[in-house]
């Protein structure tokens, strides 16, 4: 699994060098939008997690991120998981039909690439935080 994260991160490096600078990131294909953070994209038919780098979606499924959110956010779990299918719809519309890019910034703990992804050139990512159900990425905290 390392050598093939390897692979992956010296191929966007590579590729970022040949991508002209007006457009950000190498050209993916987004294979299946996982929740409003998370992407499945593909290169050449080899397929990776992206994770939007500096964005918390808020969670689509019960779960302790959920709850955390719910606490943080002085929500109710049915307020957060609906917002979290609607950030999903969200990135769905905002990638719907145009040139993706991905620029990498690095591999997260869950071995997902991290990083921006543009459509038509403009940052999904800043875009996903115009939302009510997005916000800028703090780690969870014990209390």
Not at 53 to 72: L, S, V
């Amino acid at each position: 699994m390392r050598n093939i994260l390897t692979a992956i991160v010296l191929i966007f490096l590579f590729l970022m060098l040949l991508v002209p600078k007006a457009s950000p990131g190498v050209r993916v294909d987004i294979v299946k939008v996982v929740d409003g953070d998370t992407v499945v994209a593909s290169i050449d038919d080899n397929q990776f997690k992206i994770r939007l780098k500096d964005i918390d979606c808020y969670e689509g499924t019960i779960n302790e991120r959920a709850q955390w959110q719910a606490k943080k956010f002085h929500l109710n779990i049915e307020d957060i998981t609906a917002g979290g299918e609607l950030a999903k719809q969200a990135i769905e519309t905002e990638l719907k039909d145009k040139q993706i890019t991905f620029e990498f910034k690095g591999i997260d703990k869950y071995n997902r690439a991290l990083g921006y992804i543009y459509a038509n050139n403009k940052n999904v990512n800043k875009r996903m935080l115009t939302t009510s159900y997005c916000h800028p990425y703090e780690k969870m905290t014990k209390d």
